[in-house]
């Protein structure tokens, strides 16, 4: 989500009148350097192009549940992921009431929410993106967020 409004301790019941609109954003790990620092996340989720969002933005006025959404996650046209948003831990509501009790929420700010079951790293045995391979997220009434893989050497 991307908030139109800032604020803190916003209750989830006026969560949603604080939303400006939604897109798709896909929040890929560099795993292999995330592990060489002792799990580390904070380089591994850090580099340049590892956040893509978009291709749109959709106002909130289209979508009046954001708990109504279906997700998917495709690596080279295979479903990797799949979910709907009435399947998250918190709902985009009581996110933002979690994150306002400690953080003032500016307009712009982008409020990832989470993804399916199935990341690739949790997989048996975990499976990698390869350089190469073409990305698409996708939440029903948004749209497709497709991205190819380039590691840099």
């Known amino acids: 989500m991307v908030l139109g409004r800032g604020g803190r301790r916003i209750p ?3 969560a949603l ?3 400006f609109g939604y897109a798709v954003l896909n929040d890929l790990s560099a795993r292999d350097l995330q592990f060489a620092r002792g799990g580390q996340w904070f380089y591994g989720k850090s580099l340049d192009g590892l956040c893509p969002a978009g291709p749109v933005l959709v106002t909130a ?3 009046l549940d954001p708990q109504d959404l ?3 996650l495709r690596v080279n046209g295979r479903v990797r992921q799949h979910g709907y948003t009435r399947d998250m831990i918190f709902s985009v509501a009581e996110a933002m009431e979690d994150l306002s009790r400690g953080i003032t929420l500016l307009p712009g700010d982008v409020i990832a929410t989470g993804t399916p079951a199935g990341m690739g790293f949790g997989q048996d045995p975990p499976v990698f ?3 190469g391979d073409v990305v698409e997220a996708e939440v029903s009434r948004i749209g497709v ?3 190819r893989i380039r590691f840099e050497g």
């Open 17 to 19: 009148g604080y939303v």
């Open 129 to 131: 993106l390869e350089h």
């Open 61 to 63: 006025d289209e979508i």
């Open 12 to 14: 989830a019941s006026r």
């Open 70 to 72: 279906e997700l998917w």
């Open 145 to 147: 967020l497709r991205n």
